[in-house]
């Protein structure tokens, strides 16, 4: 399947999904079909927020998507390991890095005052600091001297642009996936989940 053939299928999901209209699937019944193999049609990165699934968002059957997950919908290198095995050794011709309102790992990466304590979380501060270069790229409100996590026009400005600097990150670090994008065989696009009513603001999209 050719990736703007994937990017449509997705799009379709993610109306029926909007629309409360998501297929009625056999669960066990899909499991079996794809018990001995399996071809996704995309990959997609999202936050680990529990809200903001993938395979829900658009209503995705089992086998239908490779679903890769983790805070803040960063790049790292197993993902970018995952996302090579996804289209260079299986089928998946899209790559879709998908942010959401409301993101607790943004909010948390821009803070609110109040430092971690050395040694404390310092798995989460280090995830944290790779959102820093979305910050930066965002103008601040003109009190900068005030904290802005409780702004919620600039969160929101800085979830969409952590999205665009994860997919310059994914064509800056993976040769194998900026070749096959620009030979055309795979798209790498983006998008924002609003939580309130499920759509999704594409990004990158061709």
Same mark, same amino acid.
């Given at each position: 399947?050719?990736?703007?053939?994937?990017?449509?299928?997705?799009? %379709?999901?993610?109306?029926?999904?909007?629309?409360?209209?998501?297929?009625?699937?056999?669960?066990?019944? %899909?499991?079996?079909?794809?018990?001995?193999?399996?071809?996704?049609?995309?990959?997609?990165?999202?936050?680990?927020?529990?809200?903001?699934?993938?395979?829900?968002?658009?209503?995705?059957?089992? $086998?239908?998507?490779?679903?890769?997950?983790?805070?803040?919908?960063?790049?790292?290198?197993?993902?970018?390991?995952?996302?090579?095995?996804?289209?260079?050794?299986?089928?998946?011709?899209?790559?879709?890095?998908?942010?959401?309102?409301?993101? $607790?790992?943004?909010? $948390?990466?821009?803070?609110?005052?109040?430092?971690?304590? *050395?040694? *404390?979380?310092?798995?989460?501060?280090?995830?944290?600091?790779?959102?820093?270069?979305?910050?930066?790229?965002?103008?601040?409100? %003109?009190?900068?001297?005030?904290?802005?996590?409780?702004?919620?026009?600039?969160?929101?400005?800085?979830?969409? %642009?952590?999205?665009?600097?994860?997919?310059?990150?994914?064509?800056?670090?993976?040769?194998?996936?900026?070749?096959? *994008?620009?030979?055309?065989?795979?798209?790498?696009?983006?998008?924002?989940?609003?939580?309130?009513?499920?759509?999704? *603001?594409?990004?990158?999209?061709?």
């Amino acid at each position: 399947m050719g990736p703007k053939k994937a990017l449509k299928l997705l799009k %379709e999901g993610n109306e029926r999904f909007v629309n409360n209209l998501s297929v009625n699937r056999n669960l066990m019944e %899909e499991a079996l079909q794809t018990s001995e193999g399996q071809s996704p049609i995309a990959v997609v990165l999202t936050c680990l927020d529990s809200r903001s699934s993938a395979d829900i968002i658009f209503d995705q059957p089992i $086998g239908g998507i490779f679903s890769a997950r983790v805070a803040g919908n960063i790049v790292n290198s197993d993902i970018l390991g995952s996302m090579e095995f996804a289209c260079e050794v299986s089928t998946a011709t899209l790559i879709m890095v998908v942010g959401h309102t409301s993101c $607790g790992a943004i909010e $948390g990466a821009i803070g609110d005052g109040k430092e971690i304590e *050395e040694g *404390e979380l310092n798995h989460l501060v280090k995830l944290l600091k790779k959102i820093e270069p979305a910050i930066d790229a965002v103008d601040k409100p %003109e009190n900068k001297d005030k904290r802005v996590r409780t702004n919620k026009k600039f969160v929101n400005r800085v979830i969409k %642009e952590n999205v665009i600097l994860t997919i310059e990150n994914i064509k800056k670090r993976s040769e194998t996936l900026r070749r096959k *994008e620009e030979n055309g065989e795979i798209m790498i696009v983006g998008g924002v989940h609003n939580l309130s009513d499920g759509t999704i *603001e594409y990004i990158n999209n061709k």
